[in-house]
């Protein structure tokens, strides 16, 4: 269908001028975030849990009333260092009361959001496990099992008597 001159120049005149409106919206689109590999995040945590609760060979970490730990790597004076306080304790998280199931979850959460913060030094209550029974300090056990399996950890080490002694333990984080 075609449009003759003389309905164009009815239009027109009823319509009047006419300005061409003009804006300065930005019409690019946002760049998409970054994809995030959820099933490989919830499988790394399944894994982690798995090692957790499973046995750890306690080779590399001394054990008997204290417990201690450096990363391989690491000189191990920096253990030496670790328990005379060279680190100021930036932040701690007490267990005391809880099931082994429930420490873990909030261990692991303590540890990551220190992470999250930068916080290079922290102190975890483990307690004693005076009343664990003839199986030992559970919750002393499952802190130095997950302490030594964990990529972010390079030492830990039982606490001097006035700061908890053998029943909280130093951690030094990875920055």
Not at 88 to 94: A, L, P, T
Not at 108 to 137: N, T, Y
Not at 147 to 152: F, G, P, V
Request: net charge positive; aromatic share 4%; with cysteine.
């Amino acid at each position: 269908m075609s449009i003759d001159e003389d309905e164009r120049a009815l239009f027109r005149s009823a319509v009047g001028p006419v300005d061409r409106i003009t804006h300065h919206r930005d019409q690019s689109k946002p760049k998409r975030p970054p994809p995030r590999p959820r099933q490989r995040e919830i499988d790394e945590l399944a894994v982690l849990d798995e090692l957790a609760s499973g046995r750890l060979n306690f080779d590399e970490v001394e054990t008997g009333e204290e417990i201690s730990y450096v990363h391989p790597k690491l000189d191990p004076r920096t253990l030496k260092k670790l328990r005379r306080g060279h680190w100021r304790v930036q932040e701690e998280i007490d267990l005391h009361e809880m099931t082994v199931k429930v420490a873990t979850q909030v261990t692991r959460q303590f540890i990551d959001e220190a992470l999250s913060h930068g916080l290079s030094c922290i102190k975890i209550i483990h307690g004693k496990g005076l009343r664990s029974g003839p199986d030992g300090p559970k919750l002393k056990q499952m802190t130095a099992s997950l302490l030594a399996r964990h990529s972010q950890v390079l030492a830990f080490a039982s606490a001097p008597p006035q700061d908890g002694g053998t029943g909280a333990v130093y951690v030094l984080l990875k920055r």
